[in-house]
């Protein structure tokens, strides 16, 4: 199994940055995919961004050229920074994993607010 910890989560003021981090634990060696997903109030849960072991990208319409996923070496840690922030980036962010089994983190509240 798979566990997933988010941290880096916060309320910002529009035009603002944040990075987003989560760390992987387990049988790591196992993921073949780790990405970003969203849910705000009222709404589905979304797909953000995700990233392969080969580091190829895929990005949501409305995050491209605002926001980078990117991971270390060894699949440990995956990050999202993420700038220029809209007030319609309020949600909570989740981080997922997938090999095999999929696993998500518990989510961390991004708040982007004047």
């Known amino acids: 199994q798979v566990q997933l910890v988010e941290s880096g989560g916060g309320l910002v003021q529009p035009g603002g940055s944040l990075r987003l981090s989560c760390a992987a634990s387990?049988?790591?060696?196992?993921?073949?995919?780790m990405g970003w997903y969203r849910q705000a109030p009222g709404k589905q849960r979304e797909l953000v961004a995700t990233?392969?072991?080969?580091?190829?990208?895929n990005y949501a319409d409305s995050v491209k050229g605002r926001f980078t996923i990117s991971t270390d070496n060894g699949k440990k840690t995956v990050y999202l920074q993420m700038n220029s922030l809209k007030p319609e980036d309020t949600a909570v962010y989740y981080c997922r994993a997938v090999g095999g089994l999929v696993a998500w983190g518990q989510g961390t509240q991004v708040t982007v607010s004047s």
């Open positions: 990233i392969t072991t080969a580091g190829s990208t």
């Open positions: 387990g049988m790591i060696f196992s993921i073949n995919v």
